[in-house]
């Protein structure tokens, strides 16, 4: 398996701009998650879906960030417009079915650097 | 306020030592995640606890439900063990939520 592959890896953009990051989960995981880390707040959780449904987004920063899953093997994060604070490190992980549960261990994809100028 | 506290932030050792990390949470949880993030950036699970202690090779995890206490183990620490490593529970308590430390950064010295 893959992995959980994101893409791009690497996003510069400009101010105002829209952003949008992909992610692929294992195959077979029903969970999707989607962090963002920076050197001022860590890893913080922004949302998460389960069975393509988004279940928690409270923590999604603002209405420019909007998620999507429209199936099980795909989900954007989208950002519009962009500004410089949202420059961060966006990673996207997926958990199995094991358990039934929502607190599985995670696998992580490489993450995707954005920088907003 | 931090739901998630870790100790030491920044850890030297020499080549050998054994290293521990501690990390305490306030909230009410249903697991507990050890993260290793490697210098690169990328990000592996090492372990998850809802209780007792696990062991993986070099690597010891222990929790006490009741002190709301976790404790990374390193037995003898090698070079390559130099990363980050992240403390996150998972709290069905406030809406299924995870809450992360702030990490504490290893540095093996040969």
């Known amino acids: 398996d893959a992995g959980v592959i994101q893409s791009p890896r690497h996003e510069v953009t400009e101010m105002g701009q829209e952003v949008t990051l992909r992610c692929k989960p294992i195959s077979g995981h029903d969970y999707l998650f989607w962090y963002r880390q920076t050197m001022m707040r860590g890893l913080e959780l922004l949302i998460y879906?389960?069975?393509?449904?988004?279940?928690?987004d409270s923590g999604m920063p603002e209405d420019r960030f909007s998620a999507k899953m429209p199936n099980a093997s795909f989900s954007t994060l989208k950002i519009q417009p962009s500004e410089p604070r949202d420059s961060a490190v966006y990673f996207c992980?997926?958990?199995?079915?094991?358990?039934?549960?929502?607190?599985?261990?995670?696998?992580f994809g490489p993450g995707t650097r954005l920088t907003v100028l | 306020k931090n739901e998630v506290e870790q100790s030491p932030q920044n850890l030297t050792a020499q080549e050998g030592e054994f290293i521990t990390i501690n990390c305490s949470y306030s909230v009410g949880i249903s697991a507990l995640h050890w993260l290793q993030q490697h210098p690169g950036g990328g990000i592996v699970s090492l372990f998850m606890?809802?209780?007792g202690k696990k062991k993986h090779g070099r690597l010891i995890a222990t929790i006490n439900i009741q002190e709301k206490h976790s404790s990374l183990h390193i037995t003898a620490s090698h070079p390559r063990d130099s990363a980050v490593y992240i403390c996150a529970v998972a709290s069905p308590n406030t809406g299924n939520q995870f809450y992360f430390g702030t990490g504490t950064s290893l540095t093996v010295i040969p």
């Open positions: 879906f389960n069975n393509n449904v988004p279940i928690d």
């Open positions: 992980a997926s958990s199995s079915p094991y358990r039934g549960s929502w607190d599985n261990e995670q696998f």
């Open positions: 606890l809802s209780s």
